[in-house]
């Protein structure tokens, strides 16, 4: 069989262009289908949105070459803190508090704006000549054939090759035609995401506060800014969405607080509804998931795209061993292999965040009261805070190569 590439990659928002940089590295030929047109994320204009990446993450954006043009616009973070919290009162006192120094790396990780990473990503992919991008597209058919698999595009075209990695989302079409089926549920929480300004500085702080509704997110970006990601039932989120930005400050004010000074709006506010959606498997006759087409997760601890990165790692290195070995990248048993890498660690690690969710967005005070003494012990104890952290960090586990910051 005749390919157009090695590799077909559906999806083009930051695991798809992440795993096209990995594999372009190592000689394999990659194809980057993208709904979106090519440079509308990686305008100057601030969106609001954002990204925590573990430091695991960033090992491997620098592996693959991207970090040195995102470095000056990433924020560090040196700390992590939790703690419950009540509208109109604020947070309580902490229950738990990371801190870089205790890793013996520094920092635990960094705050990224979405504009300055994609356009990264979509800089590296125009230079490289082992990539096509072929933006304003997508994959409408697919077919598996003896050898390979061919794709049709909304455009008419077909294409074909010996692998096609679906990371286009949580609907993911990908999956779908493959016959992957998913299982999941809703949370009943929209999350309200916006830039805020303020006055003091945040020291490179990351916050997390428990509310009644779900949890408010404060992280820190570059300047006197912090990103929220705040969680609300999906009845007071509709209300607060359809506020003026006036009055929508109104609201956020007691529940953010005062230590950062006076707060206003940095650029435009989004909504999204949270659900959990999982693969029932990620791999499927010369079919790969990756990012949330695999796993859609809660963004309480803002994993999200660090899972897809992990995937990435994973995939491109049983993809790369394989082409080495003389295997075909896509067969099942080589597939198969990426997804019992994978798949245990994110579901558990989706499923710990859907928990948490629901230990935490309440008001019982049993419920209070448990957790936060069990968030006291782990806070008491050096060896299991640090285990947290870790984990957090994206340093736990068997890890791929890129995530070590090891080239494949």
Known sequence: MKYDSDIIISGGGLNGPALALALAQTGLSVTVIDAAPARQRAEDAFDGR????????????????????????????????????????????????????????????????????????????????????????????????????????????????????????????????????????????????????????????????????????????????????????????????ALSDEDFLAVLRPRFGDFLGKIELAGPRFSYPLNLTLARAYVAPRVALIGDAAHGVHPIAGQGLNLGLRDVGALAEVLVEAMRRGEDIGAIDVLERYQGWRRFDSTALALGMDAVNKLFSNDNPILRAGRDLGMGIVQAIPGLRQGFMRQAAGLSGPLPRLLQGRAL
């Open 50 to 241: 954002a990204y925590a990446l573990a430091l695991a993450s960033h090992k491997l954006l620098r592996a693959i070459g991207v970090w040195p043009a995102v470095a000056a616009q990433a924020q560090p973070m040196m700390e992590v803190k939790a703690a419950d919290g009540r509208p109109g009162e604020g947070a309580a006192p902490l229950f738990l508090h990371f801190d870089a120094r205790e890793l013996d790396q520094s920092p635990v990780g960094y705050m990224l704006e979405d504009r300055f990473l994609y356009r990264a990503f979509l800089d590296a992919m125009e230079a490289s000549p082992q990539i096509t991008l072929i933006p304003a597209t997508s994959v409408t058919a697919q077919e598996v054939q003896p050898g390979g698999i061919a794709v049709t595009l909304s455009d008419g075209r077909v294409m074909t090759a010996r692998l096609l990695v679906g990371a286009d989302g949580r609907r993911s079409g990908v999956a779908e035609r493959a016959g992957i089926t998913r299982e999941g549920w809703g949370y009943g929480q929209t999350a309200l995401v916006a830039a805020i300004a303020h006055e003091k500085p945040h020291h490179g702080i990351a916050h997390q506060f428990f509310m009644t509704g779900g949890p408010l997110a404060i992280l820190p970006l570059t300047g006197n800014r912090s990103s929220i990601v705040w969680s609300e039932s999906d009845e007071n989120a509709r209300t607060i969405a």
